[in-house]
């Protein structure tokens, strides 16, 4: 890459009634890697509206099915090792978290089957522990404020 950079992003912690967050496993990754719904922010677009876009197309989960009740303050970043580098991601992420409950029912998740090969509910901390490990301080950071949000 001629220029680094780190891209705008905006993630969604998605809970369910139990207080398990939506987890998804990478497709594209031979070992698991577990990560919660996040995507890039497009041009002129708003965090809430990107995370709304991601979440439906990673899970087709609708917005109408997500309740946001909270926000994580300021933006939070995170360094990809070299090997995960692209020209689309650059040097890593810079993130907005948004928080919501669910209020659908698990039947309406269904990942993308090209960037997740299952998914599941988790307890932040078994989430913490199967996330890749350059994602664990912002998650660590992120679920950190759920109590505070419920």
Partial sequence: ?????????????????????????????????????????????????????????????????LELIGEVPGWLAYELPPAYRRAKTGRGQVQKWLIFRFTGRDRQVRPDQHEFSDWRWMSPADLLDQAPPFRRAVYQAVLALIPKTR
Avoid: H, Y
């Fill in 1 to 65: 890459m001629k220029k680094e950079f780190f891209r705008a992003n905006a993630g969604a912690v998605i809970l369910n009634e139990r207080g398990q967050v939506l987890a998804c496993n990478r497709a594209d990754v031979p070992e698991e890697a577990w990560q919660m719904p996040q995507g890039g922010i497009n041009k002129g677009e708003e965090p809430i509206d990107a995370v709304r876009r991601e979440v439906e197309e990673e899970t087709a989960v609708a917005a109408s099915e």
